[in-house]
């Protein structure tokens, strides 16, 4: 485990290297992929799903989640991120468009969005509510207190994933529809899947790993196969 703090990583700048794809060819290709594009790190995932093939949406209106094939909701701040999706009507539309089937993926604030139960959200905030996971906000501490340790992860072969937890979520438990998928060495739950949905505490996009992104690619290939 590395502590991070007061390293330039709020800006990405560790992203800026070539990712490691270890799949052939590009698994995002002929997929239209949407990012939440509302605050937080969405231009992060945005330029690695790019790089991996597939055509990236950013998702500000109602009319931009039509013809996706699954959409990504950034990490950033869960409470201004939801106070968004209401002042742009995009909160109902897309909690519609998730429990339709399409294939999500929250990292940090996008994972408190998703789940059902936020132990310590703000009273009135905007949750989308959709995968079975009960999380806890800003659980692992203060900016100053981010990390980077590698986790292995149910999904993704080879090598652990160097996993980036900065001001995240802990995900205290699932419900009998999601599946724990990676997890600290002290047991504390940081991903878990629920069919075509995935969650995480930590930032996969500001690594140079996109092996994340690539199996949530792969997710929603099937999703659109069935």
Same mark, same amino acid.
């Given at each position: 485990?590395?502590?991070?703090?007061? /390293?330039? %990583?709020? $800006? !990405?700048s560790?992203?800026a290297?070539? /990712?490691?794809v &270890?799949?052939?060819?590009?698994?995002?290709?002929?997929?239209?992929?949407?990012?939440?594009? =509302?605050?937080?790190a969405?231009?992060e995932?945005?330029?690695? @799903?790019e790089?991996?093939?597939a055509? %990236?949406? /950013? %998702?500000r209106?109602p009319? $931009?989640l %039509?013809?996706?094939d699954?959409?990504v909701i &950034?990490?950033?701040?869960? *409470? *201004?991120i939801g106070k968004?999706l209401?002042?742009? $009507?995009?909160?109902e539309p897309?909690?519609? #468009?998730?429990?339709?089937?399409?294939?999500?993926w929250?990292t940090?604030a996008g994972?408190?969005?998703?789940?059902?139960?936020?132990?310590?959200s @703000?009273p009135?905030?905007p949750l989308?509510?959709v =995968? $079975?996971i009960a999380?806890?906000?800003n659980?692992?501490g203060?900016?100053?207190?981010?990390?980077?340790t590698?986790?292995?992860v149910? +999904?993704?072969e +080879?090598?652990?994933? &160097? !996993?980036m937890?900065?001001r #995240?979520?802990k995900?205290?438990?699932?419900? &009998?529809g999601?599946d724990?998928v990676?997890?600290?060495?002290?047991g504390?739950?940081?991903a878990?899947?629920? +069919?075509?949905?995935l969650? *995480?505490?930590?930032?996969?996009?500001l *690594?140079?790993?996109?092996?994340?992104h690539?199996?949530?690619?792969t997710?929603a290939?099937?999703?659109r196969?069935t």
């Open positions: 485990m590395r502590s991070i703090a007061g /390293e330039a %990583v709020v $800006d !990405a560790r992203a290297g070539p /990712e490691r &270890p799949v052939a060819g590009l698994p995002g290709e002929g997929l239209r992929i949407g990012v939440l594009a =509302m605050q937080g969405f231009a995932h945005r330029r690695i @799903l790089r991996l093939g055509t %990236v949406v /950013e %998702v209106l009319r $931009d %039509v013809g996706l699954g959409i &950034p990490g950033g701040e869960s *409470t *201004t968004l209401v002042a742009w $009507d995009v909160l897309l909690r519609s #468009a998730i429990a339709g089937g399409l294939p999500t929250g940090c994972a408190i969005l998703m789940a059902r139960e936020v132990a310590d @703000l009135g905030q989308l509510g =995968m $079975d999380v806890r906000r659980a692992f203060r900016q100053v207190q981010s990390f980077e590698a986790i292995p149910d +999904g993704i +080879g090598d652990p994933f &160097p !996993a937890f900065i #995240a979520p995900i205290e438990s699932v419900g &009998p999601a724990v990676a997890s600290l060495d002290d504390t739950i940081v878990a899947r629920q +069919g075509p949905w969650a *995480t505490s930590f930032h996969p996009e *690594t140079g790993d996109a092996r994340f690539a199996w949530f690619l997710i290939r099937g999703a196969r």
